[in-house]
């Protein structure tokens, strides 16, 4: 049984995740994994609790998306994180350009 609501799609992207939550202030470079018009699948070396706001930024610093950290799954290979990001708003747009 298929539970997304949107179609994934495979992106290789750098950007700058930010938490927007006081208690957990942090910003820093993740690697996009996959992306869908509702959320964003980020490989990054630390990890946010689920329900943490969020900002994405590219690296020149250019707005993509607000967002909220879903899920947290440890990488085996490599290490990291996984971190599962469901936008604030639907980003249908992006998928155009990808």
């Not at 994994?33 to 964003?40: P, Q, T």
């Not at 607000?66 to 980003?91: C, D, M, S």
């Amino acid at each position: 049984m298929e539970r997304r609501r949107h179609e994934r799609h495979t992106l290789s992207l750098s950007l700058v995740m930010a938490s927007q939550d006081p208690m957990f202030r942090f910003n820093g470079r993740c690697e996009v994994i996959d992306v869908s018009a509702s959320g964003v699948g980020v490989r990054a070396g630390w990890v946010l609790p689920p329900g943490t706001p969020i900002r994405l930024a590219t690296l020149g610093s250019v707005h993509i998306a607000a967002g909220r950290v879903v899920r947290t799954i440890p990488l085996n290979q490599g290490g990291g994180w996984h971190l599962g990001v469901k936008f604030e708003y639907e980003h249908a747009e992006m998928m155009k350009s990808s």
